[in-house]
């Protein structure tokens, strides 16, 4: 039987997806590329997250709300946007929580002395063009948050000498430190796509 270039597609991104859900890639900080048969666009994606943690011991000693922010790129016949696919999340015992999860549109990603307040523009990757979720935390079912941004901004996130995500909530804010530092896979994210 021939192999059909569908056939070939349709392997690849089967060998992608069994990629992603073993936690596998040919190195962490290399991006990964693949068409997106859900949505017809070719997606890159961070080989890894970026991921920043604010410390909960009024809950548990070491228990944190975390952070997590991934680059993708989504290029639909050569018209190419630039997201953030974000999750807010925790090790905290939800019921013993007196307050909810912060708010995903109060995220400001704070790189050096300049402050980039995130713009949500929706709760569905699929909505900005990818179908496979993107670098989910492990064991939870989250909805992602998805922000706009632009190449010179992540260039710039990855070149960045300190990071630290601050969210705003109207009695205070939340500093979250960088817990799990991958500029340098943000850094080949934007070199592949050509913004260095």
């Known amino acids: 039987m021939p192999v059909t270039v569908p056939s070939l597609r349709r392997a690849g991104l089967l060998f992608l997806l069994w990629i992603v859900s073993h936690g596998v890639s040919a190195s962490d900080k290399e991006p990964q590329e693949y068409l997106d048969e ?6 890159t994606v961070v080989g890894k ?14 228990a944190r709300d975390y952070v997590s922010l991934a680059a993708a790129a989504v290029n639909r016949a050569g018209k190419v946007s630039y997201v953030v696919i974000g999750y807010i999340w925790s ?15 109060a995220v ?11 713009k949500l523009v929706g709760h569905s990757a699929h909505e900005a063009g990818i179908g496979v979720p993107v670098h989910q935390p492990a064991g ?37 430190e960088l817990w799990e530092d991958r ?7 934007v070199r592949q796509l050509g913004g260095w």
């Not at 991921?51 to 011991?57: D, E, N």
């Not at 090790?91 to 549109?105: E, F, K, N, V, Y």
């Not at 079912?141 to 996130?157: I, K, M, Q």
């Open 183 to 189: 500029r340098d896979a943000l850094g080949a994210f």
């Open 38 to 43: 859900e949505t017809a666009a070719t997606i």
């Open 108 to 118: 400001v990603l704070v790189a050096d002395d300049r402050v980039m307040p995130l």
């Open 49 to 62: 997250p970026l991921v920043f943690a604010y410390a909960r011991r009024d809950l548990a000693a070491n």
């Open 140 to 176: 939870f079912n989250l909805v992602p948050n998805v922000y706009s941004t632009d190449l010179a901004s992540l260039r710039f996130v990855a070149a960045a000498r300190q990071l630290h995500v601050h969210i705003e909530l109207p009695d205070t804010t939340l500093s979250f």
């Open 91 to 105: 090790t905290a015992d939800a019921h013993r929580r007196p307050d909810p999860l912060p708010p995903a549109d």
